[in-house]
């Protein structure tokens, strides 16, 4: 049979990301969402025997609120080193706090994180509520992270965000392979619609590999897509509390465990940690 372009997705480890807590919803939303660094890294723990290779972190204070404090990023890192084999670390940068305040757990947490991310550009949170992420702090960002030795993982909540993750190619702020979320979804973000994923997919820049997110009831539907597409996902409550309507998840590792039984079902190996760092070149 001539190669006809597909051929990869059979051999094409997928990537399975789990974002366990989030900034923006507590308890209420979901028992089961792990906040306090013991819970998060049990959680963790399983997720990572289930075939998560990336966990996606932000921190909370002792009273569950959000939190950039460095003390707190560091806790939550020596649970998970604790509890867990190998899992890479990725931190948030996002959030309503000036970007040195942002940017402060990624660099000064002990040992500094794989990866963490770039909200490369604004969007609306609630009736009044804007997240001002500007090319200006992308620029830092990158610059920082570099340095660093940490490398970027670009959030863009819709397809305009694609102009500055070509905009930091160009100007040469990034290195190959480039590691973009393709959010779907969020309020003022791309429509959760399996057309506009393909057509995300169609317009990034050579050399990026991409993971799908998907805001709570798409979560499902559309990171199965991009299994099929031989993309890779990210799953966990901080995207959706439930695991199907009217039943709130368990837990992390239950969205992670059913994101590793459908990859196997799609005839896609799950990336080890070892993969997943040559995959994205970290
Ligand atoms: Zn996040």
Redesign the pocket.
Known sequence: MSHQGFEDYFTEPAILSV?TT??LHGKEANPNLPTQPEEVAADVAACEEAGASIV???ARDEDDADTKSVERFQRLRDAIDERCEDVIINF?T?GDYPPEERLAPVLDVEPRPELA?IDVGPVAFGRDAVRNYSRAANELFAERMAEAGVKPELEAFNPGHLTEVNHLIEEGYLSEPYWITLILGMQTGTLPHPRNLINLVENLPEGVVWQCLAVGRYQLPLTTMAMAMGGHVRVGL?DNVYYRKGELAESNAQLVRRAARIADELERPIATTDETREILGL
Do not use: F, K, R
């Open positions: 974002a989030g900034g996606h972190l932000h948030t996002g991310t901080e």
